[in-house]
């Protein structure tokens, strides 16, 4: 981690307040003056003006994300889900996988980029669990082809097996354990069906609480936090 951002969680500093603490010199490092904002810290000792300061614990959030708001930073026409978080809360904190922007539900961030990747990563097989609204009644066998795995347009293998539950014939619920992009409106695309709604519930163990409403977030339980390996 950068000694500025270091600084500025560890202390709750701007960026900028803890740049000019460093170009004063009141920042030591293992006992060293150090006034270069982009040492990267890793369990050394870190005062300021003497005061021995602790590593910044990482932050887990949940967030029941509406529908209109980009899971990422780049985008002129949408706002981005940050923008629903605290000013103090957003530093340095990334969406833990993203939903397309018309995609509602349970979405993770985090600042622990190796939770992150484990959450992400295929070969862990997080489960995902949708909510899926379709444009056509469901045809009789695509809970077997999904079970099977789906050859999506672009790819060169078949999705990991998937399980389909039929609430209502355009109502159903989709547990995936991938993130490709677009999967779940790919594979419904695939057997010839198309995707109105979209509404994530579930993410590994962490089910978004019936109580969250969009635009809501809440800190995860330790259990929740651990539950991601």
């Known amino acids: 981690m950068r000694l500025d951002r270091f600084l500025s969680e560890a202390t709750g500093l701007t960026r900028s307040v803890a740049k000019k603490a460093l170009h004063r010199g009141d920042v030591t490092v293992d006992g060293i003056v150090v006034k270069n904002s982009s040492q990267q810290i890793d369990g050394q000792e870190v005062r300021i003006e003497g005061r021995l300061l602790g590593e910044p614990k990482p932050r ?3 967030l029941h994300k509406p529908a209109g ?4 930073t780049q985008d002129e026409d949408h706002p981005c889900v940050l923008q629903l978080l605290p000013p103090e809360l957003c530093r340095g904190i990334q969406c833990a996988g993203r939903l397309d ?16 990747h484990r959450l992400r990563a295929p070969k862990h097989g997080c489960k995902k ?10 045809a009789i066998d695509v809970a077997t082809q999904f079970a099977e795995g789906i050859m999506l347009h672009g790819e060169d293998k078949l999705t990991l097996p998937a399980k389909l539950e039929i609430i209502t014939p355009t109502r159903v619920l989709l547990t995936i354990q991938e993130g490709k992009y677009h999967q779940v409106k ?10 109105v709604g979209l509404h994530r519930l579930q993410v590994g ?6 109580s969250l409403e969009p635009g809501q977030w809440r ?3 330790p259990e929740e936090v651990s539950s991601i390996k």
């Open 60 to 62: 887990y959030v949940l």
């Open 205 to 210: 163990e962490i089910v978004l609480d019936d």
């Open 219 to 221: 800190h995860l339980t």
């Open 69 to 72: 708001y980009i899971s990422s």
């Open 186 to 195: 790919r594979m419904f695309a695939a057997v010839g069906n198309f995707v």
């Open 129 to 138: 669990v949708y909510q899926v609204d379709l444009a056509e009644p469901l």
């Open 101 to 116: 922007v018309d995609t509602t539900g349970a979405l993770l961030l985090t600042d622990d980029g190796q939770w992150s």
